[in-house]
DNA sequence: CCACAGGACGGCT
DNA sequence: AGCCGTCCTGTG
């Protein structure tokens, strides 16, 4: 990968493996929105940013240097090489042969712990249009109003803001259910209960177990949490979509979410997370 | 009007 | 430990 900058812009190079549909419309993000030529905008880290791309150029545009270096480098996940993980995935398995291709491009986004944390609460029992439309309420409402390309946009609230806020001042954003555990989720960041650097100090199972003490959190949104959140590639969300293919392609049975999850830990290790994401898109196009 | 959506909880047995 | 009704809201 190359990168100069070109006017505002910085501009990537030889870059493999990025397809912004797989990337921000698969249900790991949900503040990405594709603009009618193709590229797309969105907010992370209190930033706005516009990217485009197209074969192995990608273009980010009105940023900086230190920007890129800072927040988007990481937040890509440029640092991996997915060609490589790819071929390990697809090395003696067939299914997986099979599946990777429906997910080419795919990255997985290292969003931030507090966002990953309450949009997964939000994501229970609901659908991705709806989902964004709350985290949008929730964001216009109680984010930070910034500005980029002639428009306005509002960042992620914060942890105390969220903390202090009542059912009923959330009962605007249309969460349901879910406001009261969006609400505990803050507090608990609030009062430094639970923090980012807080959590690095752990493996993956006790994390997910901290993280289920939050209410709205359980197997699955603790391991959406671990994957999208923390960079825990070895974590195994099983979504109803990945219970079914894990069934149909492997299992050769019904099997309990916990089943599924050791299965694939046993067979992928330390990536399973990511070969959760090409199950996914592989079960989205052919169940 | 009723079912159910990319889950979690709580009160059962 | 495991099962199942219920939880808000929006869409079909």
Redesign the pocket.
Known sequence: MNIYCENNNIVLTEVSDFNPVHIF????AFRWDRNSDGSYTGIAFGKALRIFAEDDKITLYNTTRSDFDNIWHNYFDFDRDYTAVKNILCENDDVMKTAVPYGEGIRILKQELFETVIS??I????????IK?IIDLLCTNFGQKIEYEGKYFYTFPDCNTLAECSVEDL?LI?????D??IIDAAKKFSEGKISYEMLCNYDTQDIKNIL?T???????????ILLFGLARTDSF?V????KRIMEILYLKKDA???EIEKFAFDKFGNICGLAQQYL?FYA?ENL
């Open positions: 419309e698969c249900g790991q997964f609460i994501s229970a029992s609901n659908n991705i249009p709806r439309k009962a249309r969460a349901g259910f879910r009261k555990y289920k939050i209410s709205g959190v359980g197997d699955k949104v603790a391991n959406c969300p979504d109803v979509w990945v309990k979410n916990n996914f989205r």
